[in-house]
């Protein structure tokens, strides 16, 4: 099993000045420990969580962007986009110079996204659910069409809410076919079905090993449904728990969750040092986690 770690928290000692250096740091020591991810959020306003809006938040793919410059191995995404925040055809652009700036590390984190008061906060339509899921299906469509290197694809889209003239991405992303996509969300109805017809890899709750393994299964017919190899598609999962705080516990944990089928589980540094959190995880945690 492997780890990725969520940079979610940037509410540190030191203020502003200190958010960079930290960050990098960080985002060093997972690629050089062995992390598989390094991921942040697309959030515009902190989550109510973590302390909400006046706690700060940088923005994610300025922030993918640095963290490219300062790390070598570690694939780079955002857990996961909001589909409604950037306009499909721009975010494909914008995924595809993040791999290429990268070296081919680039992944597509996209979700239906939810956080309304952002939205309303800062005046960026709110759509229901149903068109954000909408949405979200002709947004993957549109990004596996501008990443395609066959020259018939390179035409026009035109969808119920999205149309573009030239579907043009030039250049395109080093990964071929192209960059993984990962599909954030546990919904069994329409998540994990746009994971069986359209992911590189699904990214569930860790609520529990029973819970997971019955969301996998789910996706497994859905898998069955569209003519999908279950086994092409890589499952990956937030985890609740502190490796550090208790790592025979969390070890523990996690040999349930990969005998459900889990084979990343993505962490968030716990804390006010996240550079220290992710060493020891690195160092004491994840050459154990390796076994399993």
Not at 112 to 117: C, G, I, N, T, V
Not at 254 to 263: F, H, L, P, T, V
Request: with cysteine; net charge negative.
């Amino acid at each position: 099993m492997d780890i990725g770690v969520h940079y979610a928290n940037f509410s540190h000692p030191g203020g502003a000045e200190a958010l960079a250096p930290r960050l990098a740091e960080t985002a060093r020591v997972a690629d050089q420990g062995g992390a598989a991810w390094f991921t942040v959020m697309d959030h515009w306003f902190q989550m109510e969580n973590l302390g909400g809006p006046p706690e700060p938040m940088l923005e994610g793919y300025t922030t993918l962007g640095y963290l490219a410059a300062v790390t070598e191995r570690v694939r780079l995404s955002l857990l996961v986009t909001g589909v409604s925040y950037r306009h499909p055809g721009l975010l494909a652009k914008t995924v595809a110079t993040l791999d290429v700036l990268s070296g081919g590390r680039a992944m597509l984190g996209i979700g239906a996204a939810w956080y309304e008061r952002e939205h309303r906060g800062l005046g960026v339509p709110f759509p229901p659910l149903k068109e954000r899921f909408e949405r979200l299906e002709e947004a993957l469509q549109i990004c596996r069409q501008l990443w395609s290197t066959t020259p018939e694809d390179q035409g026009t889209f035109a969808g119920r809410h999205y149309e573009l003239a030239e579907t043009v991405c030039v250049p395109a992303p080093l990964q071929q076919p192209r960059p993984p996509i990962v599909i954030g969300g546990s919904g069994e109805r329409k998540t994990l079905r746009l994971v069986a017809t359209y992911a590189d890899a699904c990214n569930v709750f860790g609520e529990s090993p029973e819970i997971v393994a019955h969301k996998l299964e789910v996706l497994r017919r859905h898998c069955d449904d569209v003519g999908r190899d279950h086994d092409s598609i890589r499952k990956t999962m937030i985890g609740m728990g502190d490796p550090v705080a208790d790592p025979d516990g969390f070890l523990k944990e996690m040999e349930e969750y990969a005998a459900a089928g889990i084979s990343l589980v993505t962490l968030v540094p716990r804390g006010d040092d996240p550079v220290a959190w992710t060493t020891r995880v690195c160092e004491d945690v994840l050459p154990r986690m390796k076994g399993l």
